[in-house]
């Protein structure tokens, strides 16, 4: 049986030069291969092109070769949250290129399995395909992504054993599995070693034919980042509100993808007896409530990288499996976050020009292959402006999307592409949102 070098954090970190490109696995901090990046970042090496879903956290794993210097280039899905990946990028000293969540994780598993690219649906029609080669297939229009391949990837795993068979903890596959596939070089970074035969076969989710060294280094809390602990999240009336309200569309048996921000809220009103199964694109289903004290030590986290149960049934998968889901039309339900809605059911709701935004994250592949989207926003923005607008003026996320829009003024459903105002929430007036929404609209309230 093949026998895998052992070596260390130092020593894997001399095998990367100048230039190169490496992949990085993790999603934020979990299954993070942040002692591996912390001793490459203790090396002068430099001109690196990052491939990863973020670039870590402020000075933690890939934030600590940005704050060096050493980052060139990033290609990802999430930057903006390390406030530093977005200030390097506004002032030029960081190339970024943006891919949606599941693209990127499809992009890096293409390399890996030899393919050259592949077509998709996702950010068809967005600032994010740019230039890229557009033919329709299966009657949806589609756009061509390259495959990604590095010279080197950092990946993170719980278990291996001496032959590089690995073996991932809960949520921590996210980016590893596939990056484990797609590097000319791969270095595991692993809990703990144990000799050849000791992992069942069965739950091996890395053959070691992929791995070229182990490095064996334990995580602690200080490696989390925000993901070490539970904070408690406040519930804001109108927004439990309208998160409420949302729960209330959901149908037993749905499988419901639940976006950052306010949609997050319907998962603390889920009750076991509801029967709705809660799908996290960074690789889980069964996902449960918010624990009362605990971390990403302990528990598996969300797509918000906030450290949840998993329910009876659960089950855990990568980041390329989760989207396969998402874009396969497996999921039922979208429960996203909006910046901006339009008279058509467009969505926007990744930027904002000139503000610290930098990420598209999953939403782009969310909008195109959910069977539904209900989209959950206030219904103004902080300086008084209409958000349900004639035409979105951000840029779009996914055009003609929405079915349902729920702000904390009022309920519309997209009939034929036009909004139609089926109710008003508690509170509300429908004076307040006429005089509150710029897009026209038809009125179908209930009598009475």
Request: net charge negative; proline share 6%; charged share 20%.
């Amino acid at each position: 049986m093949k026998q895998v070098p052992r070596i260390s954090a130092e020593e894997a970190a001399r095998l990367v030069r100048d230039g190169a490109v490496l992949m990085a696995g993790g999603f934020g901090m979990t299954g993070n291969p942040v002692h591996l990046l912390h001793a490459l970042a203790a090396t002068g090496v430099k001109d690196l092109t990052y491939i990863g879903n973020n670039v870590g956290e402020v000075g933690l794993g890939g934030g600590r070769l940005l704050r060096n210097r050493q980052l060139r280039k990033a290609i990802g899905s999430f930057f903006t949250s390390n406030r530093e990946a977005v200030a390097a990028a506004q002032s030029g000293a960081l190339e970024v290129q943006l891919l949606p969540q599941g693209t990127l994780a499809e992009a890096i598993r293409a390399g890996g399995a030899g393919l050259g690219g592949f077509y998709t649906p996702t950010a068809h029609g967005t600032p994010i395909a740019g230039d890229a080669d557009v033919r329709v297939l299966g009657g949806r229009p589609q756009i061509f992504v390259p495959a990604l391949r590095a010279d080197v990837a950092f990946v993170r795993a719980w278990q291996a054993d001496t032959a590089g068979n690995l073996v991932y903890r809960r949520t921590e596959q996210n980016f590893n599995a596939a990056m484990a596939t797609a590097a000319d070089l791969v270095i595991a970074e692993v809990e703990r070693i144990v000799p050849v035969g000791s992992l069942d076969p069965d739950h091996i989710h890395t053959p070691g034919i992929f791995v070229d060294y182990l490095v064996e280094a334990h995580i602690g809390l200080e490696d989390l980042g925000s993901s070490a602990s539970v904070e408690s999240r406040g519930a804001d009336p109108t927004r439990l509100a309208m998160a409420r309200r949302a729960l209330a569309e959901l149908r037993r048996g749905d499988v419901v993808n639940l976006g950052i921000g306010i949609p997050t809220l319907v998962a603390d009103l889920i009750r076991p007896e509801d029967g709705i199964i809660l799908h996290t694109e960074n690789g889980m289903l069964g996902v449960g409530p918010v624990p009362e004290s605990g971390g990403a030590l302990d528990y598996p986290v969300n797509a918000g990288k906030v450290p949840v149960t998993a329910l009876p049934g659960a089950s855990y998968f990568d980041s390329a499996g989760s989207f396969g889901m998402i874009r396969g039309g497996h999921v039922d339900v979208a429960v996203m976050g909006g910046l901006e809605v339009d008279a058509r059911g467009n969505l926007a709701n990744w930027a904002v020009p000139g503000k610290p935004l930098l990420g598209v994250g999953g939403a782009m592949d969310l909008a195109s292959g959910a069977r539904r989207r209900i989209v959950l926003m206030t219904h103004v923005g902080p300086d008084g402006a209409p958000k349900l607008v004639p035409e979105c003026r951000l840029p779009l996320t996914a055009r003609g999307v929405v079915d349902v829009l729920i702000t904390d003024l009022a309920v519309f459903r997209f009939e034929g592409g036009d909004p139609v105002l089926v109710e008003l929430m508690p509170g509300a007036t429908l004076d307040a949102v006429r005089a509150r929404t710029a897009a026209p609209f038809t009125e179908r309230l209930p009598s009475g």
